[in-house]
């Protein structure tokens, strides 16, 4: 079993920076990617961006690519999420998740979840 916890949400306002933490702890399989999903209110949770956990190639939405980087830090068990230049639109509950194959980008893909870290950017 894999637990995450996530950190690092507020409120900011637009063109502004916030950067989210994630921290596992339980299994670890090297192979496996780790991601960021976002959830608005009233529409369905969404892929953001996911990195290997073992080599750390990473990859992205269209809608955050150049201004959100997806790292991770093996030695603390972290995963990050630097976002730059933030819209109002990017106003969500942010989740961490964990356990899927590089590259999926689905929900269902992904076998562990932390609780969620709220985003909001004022215009």
């Known amino acids: 079993q894999v637990q995450l916890v996530e950190s690092g949400g507020g409120l900011v306002q637009a063109g502004g920076s916030l950067r989210l933490s994630c921290a596992r702890s339980g299994r670890t399989f090297s192979t496996y990617a780790m991601g960021w999903f976002r959830q608005a209110p009233g529409k369905e949770r969404e892929f953001v961006a996911g990195i290997s956990w073992k080599g750390g190639s990473t990859y992205y939405a269209d809608s955050v690519k150049g201004r959100f980087t997806i790292s991770r830090d093996n030695a603390k068990n972290t995963v990050y999420l630097q976002m730059n230049s933030l819209k109002p639109e990017d106003t969500a509950v942010y989740y961490c998740?964990?356990?899927?194959?590089?590259?999926?980008?689905?929900?269902?893909?992904?076998?562990?979840w932390g609780q969620g870290t709220q985003v909001t950017v004022s215009s």
């Open positions: 998740a964990a356990d899927a194959p590089w590259g999926r980008r689905e929900v269902a893909d992904f076998g562990s």
